[in-house]
């Protein structure tokens, strides 16, 4: 904040006119709630430059800053904090800088490097799921939010669309089948697949139980089901392009890229370029055999290769399999170095894939550092909990995942079914209900996910995030709401300049504040890929607006420059949520 730099500086300058003395830094922090001050200094660190009484030091202080800076008002000192009142003239002047500003708080595009940010990443085995739109949101999220610092940015996503699992499906459709398609069944592509992942897999347990039946142990069961062997067989014809096999699995594909269209187009998630797993499955093999030459990679007696990372406190991790064949992190070795490639000006990464992929990522990131690449020095993991129910964890192949088409609808569903209950849509078409529906059912499950820091699991309760009071979406978008029904009943809301000479209520001036953060929450929220530090300043804007609102007569003010000022006031908190909430992805209705 400017404001921090001019005081730090003048801080500097009082202790070396009554000290003598270099101070090397001062300690900043925001005044408690319950002193007179809008920003402190704390005294305590300056004890090792300056010897003395820590409220005499700060009293000498503030009398110097009270002078010399226009400003500061006035002070007050609490044992060792230096409690600072910023003049009602430099909040006004904050306020006429940005009245104008239709994307205050936003940097100037391209000042900075480009990133690229992976997420979704799916299967194309199946439809997405709950954990798939925690992906989704927080990958989508971060990237608005890396452009808004000043970024430019390239979404991406790496489709996994070959090997066994994807057999499993396309087998069990080959047997069960009976030509079903989207088309004749009704099903979106995805979930017509998705339902022959779970087929094959009720067909190979009773197998499994059958053979154990038999005699067999679970373990040789297991590993010669006849279901199995028949998959595995079928990728190897894949892997060797046997015609039929292959035409399959582009049909089958095709299904499931349209339903995940759908579903990106209904969570409001895009991608600038798709990688498919078919396509860089076999990247990094030259690589590989380029450091291996190099003594970055070793072979061992069976022609496998590896890297030692023992020394980095990891271990040592196949590369390539003895018979020359990639695995994963041969892959992405690869795939980041093609991503490079594709896009020359990238000097970043972001890999958004849960916690459980947290070693991966470590190896992966420490072997392209040793290739030599120097971007690799700034690749980021974005490492996420899972999302569990009420009702407890999601598996896939016993179809006990929440759809997120199903998950989508049923938020919809749940916002119809509370403000009906409100009863606050009176002159509404049925066009305009449905619509709205979708906004909050939407927003409230995007803030409810977003909200919390990437790193921590969430309970996600379906009801609790439609709720209209506390934490949540829907809570912000009503107060977005008012805020354009008190524009909409102004009779002049044309941008002015204020007057710098009117004085403010205690509440104008903690709304300012609140706004002056913004364009920092942005900084830190892209320099912490955390869109919950967005969510949640958010929230803060909307409690402290809500609190002016109570408070404070807005059209009923007889003043009128005091009634023209808090209707701008009013406008620049509902575009600094606007512009908040298009950080996570979520819409604000004009009304609610």
Not at 210 to 235: D, F, R, S, T, W
Request: contains cysteine; glycine residues 6%.
């Amino acid at each position: 904040m400017e404001l921090q730099l001019v005081l730090e500086q003048k801080v500097k300058e009082a202790v070396k006119a009554v000290y003598d003395a270099e101070l090397p830094s001062v300690e900043f922090q925001p005044t408690r709630k319950d002193f007179e001050g809008d920003i402190t200094v704390v005294v305590f660190p300056m004890l090792r430059t300056v010897k003395g009484n820590p409220i005499e030091i700060g009293t000498k202080i503030g009398a110097y800053l009270e002078e010399n800076v226009d400003e500061i008002a006035k002070f007050n000192v609490v044992k060792g904090f230096l409690n600072l009142v910023v003049s009602n003239v430099y909040y006004l002047n904050f306020f006429n800088s940005i009245n104008t500003s239709a994307t205050f708080g936003y940097e100037k595009p391209n000042s900075k490097d480009a990133i690229m940010v992976e997420y979704s990443s799916p299967n194309t085995n199946k439809p997405l799921h709950l954990g798939h739109i925690r992906n989704n949101l927080l990958g989508y999220s971060v990237a608005e939010i890396l452009k808004a610092a000043g970024h430019k940015v390239y979404k991406t996503q790496i489709i996994n669309d070959r090997g066994i699992h994807i057999c499993k499906s396309m087998l069990a459709w080959q047997k069960f089948g009976e030509g079903e398609t989207p088309e004749s069944s009704g099903l979106k592509g995805d979930h017509l697949v998705g339902k022959y992942y779970v087929a094959f897999d009720k067909t190979y347990k009773a197998q499994i139980e059958e053979q154990v039946k038999q005699g067999k142990e679970k373990e040789q069961a297991e590993k010669e089901a006849p279901i199995l062997l028949e998959a595995q067989e079928m990728l190897r014809q894949w892997e060797a392009g046997d015609q039929a096999v292959v035409q399959l699995w582009k049909t089958m594909n095709s299904w499931v890229y349209t339903g995940f269209e759908t579903t990106y187009k209904n969570l409001g998630v895009d991608f600038d370029k798709l990688y498919y797993e078919s396509n860089t499955y076999l990247l990094g093999r030259d690589v590989v055999k380029e450091g291996l030459d190099k003594g970055i990679f070793f072979k061992k007696d069976d022609g496998s290769v590896w890297i030692d990372l023992t020394d980095d406190g990891l271990d040592e991790k196949i590369v390539l399999r003895a018979d020359g064949t990639a695995v994963y992190m041969t892959q992405d070795i690869g795939t980041a170095i093609q991503r490079v490639t594709d896009f020359e000006d990238i000097n970043g990464m972001v890999y958004t894939v849960g916690n459980e992929q947290d070693y991966h990522f470590k190896v992966l990131f420490l072997i392209l550092k040793k290739l030599g690449y120097k971007w690799a020095e700034k690749l980021y993991h974005l490492s996420y909990g899972m999302v569990d129910l009420p009702s407890g964890k999601m598996k896939s192949r016993e179809g006990t995942v929440v759809d997120a088409d199903d998950l989508i609808k049923n938020m919809e569903e749940t916002a119809e079914e509370i403000s009906k209950e409100l009863g606050k849509l009176d002159g509404y078409s049925d066009e305009e209900k449905k619509e709205l529906y979708r906004t909050i059912g939407l927003g409230a499950l995007k803030y409810y996910i977003l909200k919390v820091d990437p790193k921590k699991r969430i309970l996600f309760n379906p009801e609790e995030s439609v709720d209209f009071q506390g934490n949540t979406g829907p809570f912000i978008q009503y107060t977005y709401a008012r805020i354009q029904s008190i524009l909409r009943k102004a009779e002049n809301i044309e941008v002015a300049t204020v007057s710098t000479t009117l004085e403010l209520h205690e509440k104008e001036k903690e709304l300012l504040k609140t706004i002056q953060l913004f364009p920092e929450k942005v900084q830190e929220a892209a320099n912490n890929y955390s869109p919950a530090l967005i969510a949640n300043y958010v929230y803060d804007l909307v409690k402290e607006f809500n609190s002016f609102y109570q408070q404070v007569s807005i059209l009923g003010e007889e003043n009128q420059d005091k009634r023209h000022f808090r209707i701008q006031l009013s406008k620049k908190v509902a575009e600094t949520i606007q512009l908040a909430f298009r950080l996570l992805g979520v819409e604000v209705p004009e009304r609610m």
